[in-house]
């Protein structure tokens, strides 16, 4: 399997899956500018399944509503362990 197949084929995986869940951390990555058709689908996904975006990393001007988490590994730390005031979402 050639390397573009592979990430087509992951990419197709992850696109679908959006329409599945009910909550969406991106973590240091702007889906508006790195993968458009992803972005859309995100943004059909909240306005069809109510879905929830957080972001960590830079707070980019999504066309959509998210939560900003905060924009250091400190904040990934914090989820992880339980202490980070929206832990009690993830759990």
Known sequence: MNADFRSSYLMNSMVTG??????L???????????PVLNARIRKAIMVNGLEVVVI???????????HLGNSAETLKELA???HPYSERLA
């Open 25 to 35: 951390i991106l973590v240091g990555t702007n889906p508006k500018i790195e993968c």
């Open 57 to 67: 990393g830079a707070a980019n001007n999504l066309a959509y509503n998210y939560r």
């Open 18 to 23: 959006i329409d599945e869940t009910d909550l």
């Open 81 to 83: 362990n339980g202490t």
